[in-house]
């Protein structure tokens, strides 16, 4: 038994090598995340006689080069979570010291006394890879977005108070911001008021059939009685007032590009899976939330059973006993993906905003919860953990 911890950090790591009862095969030493560095790391294993196991912990996208270089020689390599290596040195390290080489250490003995528990890492198909990588930078850019958005915003209350109640916003599934493209034309209270009522009606009307929006008499009138009534607060005489609104909405646009160019990916590789019309079929799932579902839950048959899915989303109330004593009101441990939360619950909110649905099982079910006197928010989470079972049960089914 040959335990190999690595703790890694960025361009580099520190490389213990352990055996049964603290035996040093090697002490800590650095090596740098390139092919010499590897390359110095898999000769020294090569003369080892032994069964080998990697240990390291999962550190964003730090260590994938050391674990793609490991796994291709075809070494067993284990990837840990960094919560369940954390909680092992705080049982272990009383002291509380931490530098790369204890780290190392610590690593290397996790894999000696949890040798025969360790899992080997198995690659990720690269279908449910580049979901998953897509599905990240579509959760970044969406929160680029809203910024985006608060900046329009706060750039609007100065020249047009009160216009964005009287236009939708971005639509996730066609990327058309109506919002964008009315403040973009019209971008001051004085451009409206200055045509007069029936002029700005015909331009309303002649830009809403360009944009391709429905072209609504009364809208415009609404709007136009909001521009005369409106106190703007930064001139449209002042030069940079024009750039200012057109520059935040040519940004918002840009990032709304971005977001509609990875959710198209996203769609044709979630297509090409078996699993794809199963899960789109299933209530409150959409073309939109139907990719960045089966992105952030990759391929289940990793998983050994529902409550498993249930785990890696982090809503699951852990058991917690003492003596006679059994908690009931345990909160959910939000250790999970918080991704998958975020989508998961975007599906929840999608499924009660509709009618009742033809899959109606987990409707009814937070129906019932609401009726048991659960709030909203809690009876969504509900019905979020059995959606998840329902998902987990259909999914491997389509496999068998």
């Not at 490389?15 to 995340?33: A, N």
């Not at 044709?268 to 899976?273: D, G, Q």
Request: aromatic letters at 10%; proline letters at 4%.
């Amino acid at each position: 038994m040959i335990s190999v911890g690595i703790d890694v950090s960025k361009g580099k790591s520190t490389v213990c090598i352990l055996k049964p009862y603290g035996e040093i095969v090697c002490s800590p030493f650095e090596m740098q995340h390139v092919e010499k560095g590897l390359d110095g790391l898999d000769s020294i294993l090569q003369k080892l006689d032994g069964e080998i196991r990697i240990v390291m912990e999962a550190t964003g996208i730090y260590h994938l080069p050391v674990l793609t270089y490991l796994t291709e020689k075809g070494y067993f390599v284990s990837v840990v979570n960094p919560f369940v290596m954390k909680s092992f040195a705080k049982d272990n390290n009383f002291r509380g010291a931490k530098t790369d080489k204890l780290d190392s250490v610590m690593i290397a003995n996790y894999g000696i006394e949890k040798w025969f528990k360790l899992q080997k890492y198995e690659g990720a198909e690269e279908v449910y890879a580049e979901l998953k990588l897509l599905g990240r930078r579509y959760r970044y850019y969406m929160e680029l977005h809203v910024k985006a958005l608060q900046e329009l915003t706060h750039i609007l209350d100065y020249v047009m108070p009160g216009i964005k109640k009287k236009f939708n916003s971005w639509n996730e599934s066609s990327n058309k911001d109506k919002l964008s493209d009315f403040v973009e034309k019209f971008w001051h209270y004085d451009v409206i008021t200055s045509m007069g009522l029936e002029k700005f009606k015909d331009e309303y009307l002649l830009w809403a059939k360009e944009k391709k929006y429905h072209r609504s008499i009364s809208k415009a009138e609404e709007v136009y009685e909001l521009a005369s009534g409106g106190i703007p607060t930064l001139s449209s005489s002042t030069p940079s007032t024009k750039m200012l609104v057109q520059e935040a909405v040519s940004v918002l646009r840009a990032i709304d590009s971005s977001l509609a160019t990875i959710l198209a990916r996203m769609q044709v590789l979630a297509k090409s899976l078996p699993e794809y019309s199963t899960v789109r079929e299933m209530g409150g799932v959409g073309d939109v939330l139907a990719p960045k579902l089966i992105a952030e839950i990759g391929d289940v048959r990793k998983l050994h059973s529902a409550k498993s899915l249930i785990a890696c989303a982090g809503i699951d109330p852990p058991p917690y006993e003492s003596g006679q004593f059994v908690g009931t009101n345990r909160r959910m441990t939000k250790r999970g993906s918080s991704t998958l939360r975020k989508v998961g619950y975007e599906v929840m909110r999608g499924l009660k905003s509709h009618p009742a649905p033809k899959d109606a099982a987990v409707y009814n079910y937070i129906i019932k919860k609401e009726n048991e006197g659960k709030c909203k928010k809690h009876a969504k989470i509900a019905g979020l953990n059995k959606f998840l079972r329902i998902y987990y049960a259909r999914v491997t089914a389509v496999y068998k």
